[in-house]
């Protein structure tokens, strides 16, 4: 029978598809929360601000050149990177003089399955960048581990032919993070809160532009 919550602790039962067979375990929600809020506060007080003002520095300097930036990544990161290209294209060129040039590669979902079954899914978005990018443009992508085969593919492309590649990593660093221009790079390495971090960063850089910091 189901336990009543109380203050200290929270009983889930797990409803499996066998008869008389169930699991149940006992989580100190209260504790465990705050535990996640004090981890996650920690982790965006180490949030580097010397490598964010370098990023900011050059989406300035591309929005200048008329530039094209990129934003990539997978799973939660493939959601950041079309939000971050909304709040670019749109809520922080609505403060400019003239809108920001970015595209996620994460938002044709023809064309990445096309790549992705004709080719291979580590393809998925440099064959994007071989047709849109040029030298000077700038790439930014994320991820936990650093070392997502089709955003290191990409990551490679970019910087054989002269564009610029920032990342948002886990303590794991990876690949992206030893090929990036600038790499900010985040001391954890549960998904959860890099994840939260990764748009918190998003949502600064857009806000930097937003509210004239930038």
């Not at 699991?23 to 705050?34: L, Y």
């Not at 994320?142 to 290191?152: E, K, Q, W």
């Amino acid at each position: 029978m189901p336990v009543p919550f109380s203050e200290q602790s929270q009983r889930f039962y797990y409803a499996n598809p066998y008869p008389k067979i169930s699991i149940s375990f006992e989580v100190p929600m209260k504790a465990w929360m705050q535990d996640y809020i004090e981890k996650l506060k920690s982790l965006h007080d180490a949030i580097p601000s010397e490598e964010f003002e370098r990023f900011v520095a050059i989406l300035k300097q591309a929005h200048a050149d008329d530039r094209m930036i990129f934003t990539f990544g997978n799973g939660a990161n493939a959601a950041h990177a079309s939000h971050f290209a909304t709040d670019m294209g749109k809520g922080a060129s609505d403060c400019l003089d003239k809108p920001f040039r970015i595209l996620s590669l994460n938002d044709n979902t023809s064309w990445l399955t096309a790549v992705g079954n004709d080719y291979c899914y580590e393809d998925v978005f440099v064959r994007q960048l071989k047709n849109y990018a040029k030298p000077g443009d700038v790439v930014f992508t994320m991820s936990v581990s650093g070392n997502s085969p089709n955003c290191v593919t990409a990551v490679r492309w970019a910087k054989e032919n002269g564009l610029t590649v920032l990342t948002v990593v886990g303590e794991k660093r990876g690949l992206l993070a030893d090929l990036a221009d600038v790499a900010i790079i985040l001391p954890d390495d549960h998904y959860g809160r890099v994840e939260d971090a990764q748009i918190a960063i998003c949502h600064m850089i857009a806000s930097a532009f937003m509210e004239g910091v930038a």
